[in-house]
Structure formats: structure tokens, C-alpha cells
């Protein structure tokens, strides 16, 4: 059974930093490109961040660049640093996997999800 699991959620000031990691199972994923997205109340979901296979290729949205750093190894785990947190980057996170090699941020192309972790950041 493939299953991804988000960590390290909470609750931050504005200003403050959060480390989240996603463990992948199930299947090998080094051939995958892995992601992050979030999704907000009365928002639609948003792309973060995204890696290739490797990890040694990454892209950003232009709202996190900067600030948001993601880290993959070439096998089932991807982190996502947020540092300077800002009010509007509160969402539930989700970790996600796209069967292709190459980073993108199109979410159809994500075909296993985790369940997401919530950040909250009060101002």
C-alpha cells in the first residue's frame, strides 16, 4: 500500500520558520519528481515547491521564493524549510508524488497524496 505521511505542522508566529518532511512507502519513488502543495480555506490548492527525481533540480512558486526551501534525496523523502513565515502562508500542507522525472507544478500530474499537515501562522 502506498502511503505518504507529513510531519512537522504547527502553530508559528509570523517571522518564524517550520521544517516539514514526507515519508514515502509503498513503492520505490527515485524515479518520481516530488512536491509540495497547500490548500487554504476559501482558496483553491496552490503549488509550493517541487523537485526532481534527483533533487538537485527544484522549482518554486514565486509566493515562497526565497523563504521556502525543498530537499528531496533521490529515494522516498522530501523536507520543505519555511522560513519568515508570513499570516498568509497558514494552509494544510500536502506532499505529493507525480510519476515523471521532472519537477512540475501541475497538481493532475501528482498521482499519490499524503493526508496533509496543518501550518498556522498568527501575526
Known amino acids: 500500500q502506498v502511503e505518504l505521511v507529513e510531519s512537522g505542522g504547527g502553530l508559528v508566529q509570523a517571522g518564524g520558520s517550520l521544517r516539514l518532511s514526507c515519508a514515502a512507502s509503498?513503492?520505490?519513488?527515485?524515479?518520481?519528481?516530488m512536491g509540495w502543495f497547500r490548500h487554504a480555506p476559501g482558496k483553491e490548492r496552490e503549488f509550493v515547491a517541487s523537485?526532481?527525481?534527483?533533487?538537485?533540480?527544484c522549482e518554486y512558486s514565486d509566493s515562497v521564493k526565497g523563504r521556502f526551501t525543498i530537499a528531496r534525496d533521490s529515494g522516498n523523502t522530501v523536507a520543505l524549510q519555511m522560513d519568515s513565515l508570513e499570516p498568509a502562508d497558514t494552509a494544510l500542507y500536502f506532499c505529493?508524488?507525480?510519476?515523471?522525472?521532472?519537477?512540475?507544478?501541475?497538481?493532475?500530474?501528482?498521482?499519490?497524496w499524503g493526508q496533509g499537515t496543518q501550518v498556522t501562522v498568527s501575526s
Open positions: 505529493a508524488a507525480a510519476p515523471r522525472p521532472f519537477f512540475t507544478n501541475y497538481s493532475g500530474e501528482y498521482t499519490f
Open positions: 509503498g513503492r520505490a519513488f527515485s524515479s518520481y519528481a
Open positions: 523537485c526532481n527525481w534527483s533533487g538537485d533540480r
